[in-house]
Every structure is written in C-alpha cells, then in structure tokens.
C-alpha cells in the first residue's frame, strides 16, 4: 500500500469492521491478551522487532525539560543495552552550544550600522579583521539564507553561517533587499518586546509600581486582619493561661471594634476586583487551542501551529520573580510572532500574591499584544510544587485566590485565566469545589481543567467525567449569582477540558458536553502537529513522510528566523528542533497500523516505514533526529551535543539490532 493511498484513511466503522462492543450475542468473544494492553499493534510486515518501546514520562509536556529534577513512572520494559533500565528522564541534562575559535566584534557585524567598539581595536577580545574572522569559519550551509529570504536582510550579517547567498565576494559587501525589508515589517515581526532602558529599570529596581502597590497593601491588610481575628479567639488571664475568647469574655466596644475592621477589610478586599467591562473580552468556545508547553512551546514551534490551523496559543511558562529581576531568559518567554496576536496568552508560575501582583502590573504595562494572563496552578513538577507553586496552589486555597485576584488586579486590560488539575491526591478531586470559590471570589475570564491529579501524572487516562461534572458545577455557580448587582458586567467564564485528546473524535467527543467550551491541547499537538486540521476536516489524516519533513523545514526554518543564523543561532535552532523530534518521532502512521486511532498511552514495537524516509522519522533514536536536523541547518558539528530528556531515546543503534 503506497502512502498517497492512506492519505485519508477512514474509521474502521466505516470499512465495515464493527467495534468488539457491537459484535452480535452468538459471535465467539475475543478474549483479549493482557500483554497487550497499552501496546499499538502494528501490521507485521512492518514489524521489525517484537519488543515494546519503553514507556514515557510525558511531564515535559506541561513543565519544564531544564528546570524539573527528573521524572517518574517509566516503562516496564524499560531496558536497553546491557540490561541498563531506559525508563524516567535523564537527569542534569547538560546543554552545551557550539563556539566559534575566532569571534567577530558585534561592531563589525553589519559594517553599514556605523556601530563603534567600546573597547577599541586594541583591547577588544574579539577580532576587528573581517578577511581573518571569514577564513576561520566553517563552510557555509547550502542553500538561501532563511532570514535573508524572508525579510530581505540578515542581521547576523558575516556571522551567517548562509553568508554566501547575501554576500558580493568581488565587493566585499553584504547584499540588502530594502524594499522587501520595508514591506517585511508589517508582515512578518515578533511581539512584545521589552526594551533595554525597560530592563535596565527592572534590574536597578527602578519601574515605578503603581496598582501593584495598591494591592500588596491591600493584600497585607487582610493578613493583618486574619492574624487579628485568629489572637482575638484566645485570651490571656492573670496566671498567664490562654483561654477561648467568647462573646461572654469580650467587651461590646471590643466586638464592635472587630466587626468594624473586618467589614473595612473585606471592602477593600472587594475593590482589588477589575470589572469585566474594562478587561479585554476573550472567547474560547469552540476555538482550537494549544496548551503552554514549557521548552517545545517556544515561539517557532507556536508559529507553525498558528499556520496549522491553532487559534489559540500561549507562552512558556514564565516564573514571576525572574520576571520582576528583568532577567533576559524570562522576558525572552511572553514574545510572540504578530501571527499569535490576537489569541495569545502569557503564562505566569508563582507561590506569592506580591510576586503576582507585580509580575502582572508589568506585563500588562509592556506587553501590548497580549490576549490574557494564565495562571499556572497545574503544573505536577516537584520543583515547583515543593515551592507552592504550580499545582501546589491547589492546597492552599485562600493564597491561590489571592493571586488570583491581585493578578486581576494588576494586569490593566488583560483579563486573568488559570489552568488547574483534579487535585493533588488521587481519589481526592478537589476542583468542583476550587471552581466554585473562582466563580464567587475572582473575576477569572476563564477554567481550564486537567483530568488528572498531580499524584497520579501519566499512569492513567485523563477523566473527563469529572472534566464535565466541573463544568457543570461551574455553570450552576454562575446562575446562581445571575441577580448579583456587582457582577452584572462580568463576562461569562469560559470553561476548557485538557487531557489525552489525540484525534478529532477525542475533541469533539469532549464539546458534545454543553458544560466544556474547548479542548486544550498538549501532547498532541506535539506527535502530531497536523491535529488541528483534523479537527478541521474531522477526519483522520495520514501524513506521508514527505509532508512531515515539510514541517520540520519549516519548523527549522521560523527556529532561525527566530534564533539567528549565525553559529550560535544555528545550535540553538538545532537544539529545539531535537526537542520537538522527541515527541515528533511518536507518530505512528495510520498505514502500517493494524487498527486506529491508538491512544496517547500506547506504545509500539519496532517498527520501519514504508520508506527510508518515514522509518528516519519514526526512530527514537536522538542521533537520528540530529541526521534530520542537519538537512535544514548542516553538519552539527563535532562540538554539538545534546542529551535527550527520555532516557528510553538515549540507546545506541546497536542496542535494537
């Protein structure tokens, strides 16, 4: 069977083989082989070795591949060479980039900038002789440069590791299309941008905090008042004993009092709440969105969903005091492509209402182009969960609001939503109840909800009973307040599922519930790209290999727009591009299985494609991913490294032949 002939395979209802459950009484029933549970069963002529592929700790798909401590639960069949166990992540992963033995001065980048070198020619540690610097470099890649072919300019200028396509050797000047470059910059630019004197003032403790201080003050205000209300429940007597304060022991002038200043507190606890009508109004129902993916979710990769068919994208997670310290790795997080704006979201980790606050007052007064502002309350990694943050805020309800509502506060015109799980503890769901307190206490626009605790990460499917069962509660919560004067402007919450969806039929399975507005997807969207189109067209798609390489192109293609395309921009582009194949790689094609769809959780032997090309696609070996890497970005390099997250992609070839 050739791949054009599965282009567009049909459910195997349609074809006429009945699923087990519909199989008729008299029919002999299958008993099935326990073995193979959580396996994708492949047609045997493709079918190269019989062993299971280890399973995978997903955890990278929602947190961090660089800041997490490592993983858990790995595969059962978790061994490779020499019986080591393959399974969980690599821990302390060490991430190097390639450095040029010669180093061109920054002022001598692009000659026609006039830029001067702060420490003259002398002193400067790098080379102020271009003739040298371009006999020391390596070969140039093949092909046109991609910045050059997209904006008509290339600011790595002889740091192009494409040099030659915008280069006139004879003149010995670098080649500019300004027409094109003028016309680029309505078309194709990166949002959000904070400048260097906006950095500087962030470093030195110089941005002048104005709302957020308000609400720090008012936050501190309700903290000093609870201290108060718990001291005032004991009273000391003249041996010095604390006894239980009652309204027999406590003066009226002291009740009153009281009273008083709880009611001032909960006034002033009331007006950190924006109302709806001076948010931006945001609208998920029905539209297809990506989760926040830490490390894969950088913006190349959310730019080439954007032309897959994504409305809705959001950031990495930024931690909020990075943030507040204008450190350059975390403002380097909430920039977009102009193609994400509008439906792009900033997403924010934090155990602390004044980190929040703060985090919140600057991205909204810098960020422009920003749809809304996430809240991370999610995330399973114990680095974070220790701190409080990320799914730790789910066991402390009270400070989670806070956040809440100091973000909300704080943000200006971008209105405030939030991603949670189940809960913390398996058979302990806790967000029915978390939603309600959301719905009567903040001004969320918008719920998304993970169908698992964090206890239980990936060991089992997503709930989306309980997913619906939220949604219906959140619902019921907000009719109930409908006659609520002071929420009479506020906009009807949106309520997104999150959880497993693999397929169309897994999506719209999910918003046949009138409770669920949407679907998040996470995993997904990483194996296979193309989902939303799937969605779209609502049928399975079976992408030939040609067509996935196309993706990476032009995955590799937007990293180096992005990064840059001199040595250091390359490597960094190269590193991304393995990231994205760590879970690119999963894809199994419909074609060469023996039933479909198969399930995020399921795994399959050996397999090779039906050409060279779709079994280099499927390996999971990473050098096999910098083989492909090097079709878009040249050779790697003999200083190049990169260690995979799973331990289970870290085998030598030899260790499955």
């Known amino acids: 069977m050739s791949e054009e002939e599965v282009k567009r395979p049909a459910s195997p209802v349609a074809n006429g083989s009945e699923p087990d459950q519909k199989r008729t009484k008299t029919e002999e029933p299958k008993v099935e082989d326990p073995r193979s549970k959580g396996i994708a069963h492949i047609k045997k002529e493709f079918i190269v070795d019989s062993r299971q592929i280890a399973a995978i700790d997903d955890d990278s798909a929602e947190a961090s591949t660089d800041r997490n401590t490592g993983g858990e639960n790995g ?35 692009d000659p026609d900038l006039d830029k001067v070198c702060k420490f003259g020619a002398e002193n400067c540690r790098n080379s102020h002789d271009i003739d040298s610097y371009l006999q020391s470099k390596g070969p140039d890649i093949q092909g046109v440069c991609p910045v050059f072919n997209a904006i008509g300019y290339c600011p790595a200028g002889f740091k192009c590791r494409f040099l030659h396509s915008h280069y006139d050797e004879e003149n010995k000047i670098l080649i500019k299309d300004l027409v094109k470059f003028e016309d680029s910059k309505d078309k194709n630019y990166e949002v959000n941008k904070i400048t260097n004197d906006e950095k500087l003032s962030l470093i030195k403790k110089k941005f002048i905090f104005t709302s957020s201080t ?80 830490t490390t894969v979710g950088n913006l190349p990769y959310r730019r080439l969903m954007k032309t897959l068919g994504c409305d809705v994208t959001y950031s990495e997670m930024a931690l909020t005091l990075p943030l507040i310290q204008g450190t350059n790795s975390e403002w380097a997080l909430p920039k977009a492509h102009n193609t994400e704006y509008p439906g792009f979201g900033v997403q924010i980790a934090t155990a602390k209402p004044w980190q929040a606050a703060k985090a919140s007052e600057i991205i909204g007064k810098l960020c422009p182009s920003v749809s809304e ?165 609502q049928q399975y798609l079976d992408k030939s290999a040609t067509e996935r390489l196309e993706i990476i192109q032009k995955y590799a293609q937007f990293a180096m727009e992005h990064w840059g395309t001199d040595e250091y921009g390359i490597a960094l582009s190269r590193r991304f591009l393995c990231e994205f194949l760590s879970f690119f790689h999963r894809y199994i094609p419909y074609g060469i299985l023996e039933k479909y769809p198969v399930k995020l959780n399921e ?6 494609g039906r050409n060279e090309l779709e079994t280099l696609l499927g390996s999971n070996d990473y050098k096999d991913w910098i083989k492909i890497s090097e079709m878009f970005l040249g050779p790697a390099g003999e200083n190049f490294n990169f260690t995979p997250k799973h331990k289970s992609s870290s085998y030598e070839k030899s260790a499955t032949n």
């Open 75 to 109: 595969g059962e069949n978790g061994k490779g060479k020499k019986g080591k166990r393959t399974r969980g992540q690599n821990k302390n992963r060490e991430i190097k980039q390639n450095q040029e033995e010669v180093r061109l001065c920054q002022s001598l980048v």
């Open 214 to 293: 308000e609400a720090i003050k008012i936050i501190d205000s309700i903290q000093d008042g609870n201290k108060k209300r718990d001291l005032a429940k004991k009273k000391t007597n003249n041996e010095g004993e604390e006894t239980e304060v009652t309204p027999e022991t406590t003066t009226e002038t002291e009740q009153t009092t009281a009273q008083e200043q709880t009611k001032e507190n909960i006034n002033d606890y009331v007006e950190t709440r924006f109302f709806a009508g001076e948010k931006k109004k945001i609208d998920l129902v029905g539209k297809k969105i990506l989760s926040p993916l």
């Open 373 to 537: 502002l996430n809240l991370n309350s999610g995330c399973p990694i114990d680095l974070l969960y220790r701190q409080g943050s990320g799914s730790g805020l789910l066991d402390q309800p009270a400070k989670f609001l806070r956040i809440l509502n100091s973000m909300n506060y704080c943000s200006g015109e971008i209105p405030t939503t939030v991603k949670i799980r189940m809960g913390t503890k398996d058979n302990h769901p806790i967000a029915h109840n978390l939603v309600k307190r959301i719905v009567k206490e903040t001004q969320t626009a918008a719920v998304t909800l993970h169908g698992r605790s964090r206890q239980q990460r990936y060991t089992r499917e997503a709930n989306w009973d309980y997913i619906g069962e939220v949604g219906k509660v959140l619902r019921k919560t907000e009719q109930e307040l409908e006659d609520d004067k002071d929420r009479k402007d506020f906009q009807r919450i949106n309520f997104v599922g999150n959880g497993d969806c693999f397929n169309f039929d897994d999506w719209y399975k999910a918003v046949e519930n009138p409770y669920i507005d949407s679907v998040m997807i996470a995993r997904g969207a990483l194996i296979k790209p193309w989902i939303f189109e799937e969605i779209e067209s």
């Open 603 to 608: 795994r399959p032997e050996f397999w090779k």
